[in-house]
């Protein structure tokens, strides 16, 4: 078995500076900071810790190796990005590529790239401005949220074609799906509330409302609970999953854009786009603990979470509560990370 540290880190996409904030969450600071491409909106780890981050301003998705915290190549994609969510993989009969999904709002579309290549694979045309990603578990569908058709789109990660779409509420941008994948979360930042949709029916059960312009939002990784930023007010509404209530509000910075959990599911990671930092929550008081100073507008946007493996001799490892096999060769589709913000990997039988 592959043994994981308590360690994470963290990578906060700041927007205003064009540069990554590397967090050590075990002391709350920032060990390093990474100058990427124009107006970094969001980053994801992959399952080999290789970080990938979306500049918006320029169309680019920066790749870091996490080992020297440097650039180490670009991928082209000419659009508006709209942030990067979580990293799939599911077994392809002969291929075990892995294939990002990034949402293009200035386009209406996704972009599907090869991981090994850095090439733009497939575009699948979705609704009005993509935002947010979600994934299920076995990584057989992707869930996209179009933000100018308040819906939500289906994408069968199979084909890579829509198969249908869930009306929510209004300017749906954050998703997120419970660990058994039998629930969805969508904030609807501009009628103040969170969707909750049935995946077995693809439809809406229940809207929670919460605080002023919920952007984000996160389940955290035994899925008890939901977090969502709201923008507005200067808080972070909790959810109750079993009674789908908020039972409680937190006040952070200014702004608050973004939030992560880290993989024990002890603290959360709010970036306060107004103030220009990162606010850090107790899980279990349910209190901000504590602030960190970053960059200019920073985000936190896919799932920016990398959890460094101790020695060990191979075999399982556990990324944000969910266990995938380390091995090359697998064996049933599993879905690898939830890290931060929008963009979706998937080993081929394939995203």
Known sequence: MLSLSDGDTIYVANEGSNTVS??????????????????????????????????????????????????????????????????????????????????????????VIDVATNEVVALITVGI?????????????????????????????????????????????????????TEIFVTNSGDNTVSVIDTSTDTVTTTITVGTTPEEVEVSPDGTEVYVVN????????????????????????????????????EAYVSDGGSDEISVIDTKTRLEAERINVGKSPHIFGHPFATTPSSGDGGDCNLNGK????????????????????????????F
Do not use: C, W
């Not at 990005?81 to 386009?107: C, K, R």
């Not at 779409?165 to 799906?177: A, F, K, L, S």
């Not at 999953?241 to 880290?262: K, L, M, N, Y």
């Open 22 to 111: 590397v967090i050590d969450t075990s002391t709350h600071t920032v060990t390093a900071t990474i100058t990427v491409g124009n107006q970094p909106f969001g980053a994801a780890v992959a399952p080999d810790g290789t970080v990938y981050v979306e500049n918006k301003g320029d169309g680019t998705i920066s790749v870091i190796d996490p080992t020297t915290n440097t650039v180490t190549s670009t991928i082209a994609i000419g659009d508006t990005l709209n942030g990067l969510g979580d990293f799939i993989a599911s077994l392809p009969s002969t291929s075990g590529e892995l294939l990002a999904y990034v949402p293009n709002s200035g386009s209406d579309n996704v972009s």
């Open 129 to 181: 401005n993509p935002e947010g990603v979600a994934v299920n578990p076995n990584g057989t569908e992707v869930y996209v949220t179009d933000a100018g058709s308040n819906n939500i789109v289906v994408i069968d990660t199979t084909k890579n074609v829509v198969t249908g779409t869930i009306t929510v509420g209004t300017t749906p941008t954050g998703i997120d799906i419970t660990p058994d994948g």
């Open 231 to 266: 923008e507005g007010s200067n808080n972070v509404s909790v959810i109750d999953t079993s009674t789908e209530t908020v039972v409680a509000t937190i006040d952070v910075g200014t702004a608050p854009i973004g939030v992560a959990i880290t993989n024990d599911g002890d």
């Open 323 to 350: 266990t995938s096999p380390s091995n090359p060769i697998f064996l049933s589709m599993f879905f690898l990370i939830p890290f931060i913000g929008m963009l979706r990997l998937k080993k081929t039988l394939n």
